[in-house]
Each structure stands twice: as C-alpha cells, then as structure tokens.
C-alpha cells in the first residue's frame, strides 16, 4: 500500500533479501549482515578442517515446537563434513538457512510485483 499511496517507508530489507528478490545466490559475505556469529562460524569451517567438528549434512530444526531433523542434501545424515566438501556444506546451509525456510513467502511476495 505504501507504493501505491507513494509514501517512504523508513525501513529496509536484509541484504539477503534483496538477493532473492533479484534472483541472486546468497553468499557467505551476506550472512555477516545478517548473523555474525553464524558467519563467523561457516567461515572458520571454510578455512579450517571440519572433521574434527564431526558435522553431517543435516540440520536441527524447530517446527510448531517439536525438534526435527533435516537432511541439507538427499542422504545427508550419512555424509560426513570433510574438507573436500566443506564448500558444498555452507552452501547447502546457507541455502536452507535463507532460502528453503521462506521459499513460500518470497515467491508470493515477489508475485506481488507481477
């Protein structure tokens, strides 16, 4: 409604979220805006080895209050985060993180405009 009553709103959007709406991968560098110690924490696994954090290709999740596990890849609770495949392991969680948890949200926002 504000658009159309053209009237400035004094908010913004995080940075990932101008990303989707153009259509962008999210980056590593785009969380620091949004969660720095998130951040901080995949940056260390990708300069450092992650054996020895012992993570798989899963997530903890809170859905309506009950705790339930989702795989980040297909099999992802039987593959273990090694250094060979640090990098497929952020971005697979980066993407769940920002863009699976408001995939739904974003595309009727974005149908909006159209």
């Known amino acids: 409604m504000a658009v159309f009553h053209q009237r400035l709103i004094n908010g913004f959007f995080i940075r990932p979220f101008y990303s989707m709406m153009l259509g962008k991968k999210i980056k590593l560098p785009d969380m620091e805006y949004v969660d720095a110690e998130y951040h901080n924490s995949l940056v260390w696994i990708r300069d450092n080895d992650p054996e020895c954090l012992e993570l798989i290709f899963q997530v903890d999740d ?4 009950k705790r339930v596990n989702k795989e980040l890849v297909p099999g992802g ?9 640090k990098d497929e392991y952020i971005e697979s969680i980066i993407n769940w993180r920002f863009v699976l948890q408001v995939e739904e949200q974003m595309s009727s926002f974005l149908e909006g405009f159209n």
């Open 62 to 65: 809170e859905v309506l209050g």
């Open 77 to 85: 609770r039987d593959i273990k985060v090694t250094e060979a495949n």
